[in-house]
């Protein structure tokens, strides 16, 4: 079956990095794109970044994240630099089966089961 396994996340001071990778199994990697959401608690999960042939940020990350993936890997990555405490989520992992990019969680196919990413002040 399909997975899809976050790993990277942790706690982190304000100004600080971290990487976020995605692992994915049991899909044709290259057939989908990639979308990195979060969620913190209380607010509806968003999207931060995702990556087909082309990227896409958020406005509040932009210039801060940068997305890539590894075809030869399987994996995908999310680079966080100048972490903020409002970026302090959970992070998940999605994939979509063609290579338009979307915001629409409904539009994604497949899910990981997200990693913490806390930002200290």
């Known amino acids: 079956q399909v997975q899809l396994v976050e790993s990277g996340g942790g706690l982190v001071q304000a100004g600080g990095s971290l990487r976020l990778s995605c692992a994915a199994s049991?899909?044709?990697?290259?057939?989908?794109?990639y979308g990195w959401f979060r969620q913190a608690p209380g607010k509806e999960r968003e999207l931060v970044a995702s990556?087909?042939?082309?990227?896409y940020y958020a406005v509040s990350v932009k210039g801060r994240f940068t997305i890539s993936r590894d075809n030869a890997k399987n994996t995908v990555y999310l680079q966080m630099n100048s972490l903020k405490p409002e970026d302090t989520a959970v992070y998940f992992c999605?994939?979509?089966?063609?290579?338009?990019?979307?915001?629409?969680?409904?539009?994604?196919?497949?899910w990981g089961q997200g990693t913490q990413v806390t930002v200290s002040s």
């Open positions: 990556v087909s042939w082309s990227t």
């Open positions: 999605a994939a979509k089966f063609d290579d338009t990019h979307s915001t629409k969680m409904n539009d994604y196919n497949y």
């Open positions: 049991g899909l044709t990697f290259r057939q989908y794109m």
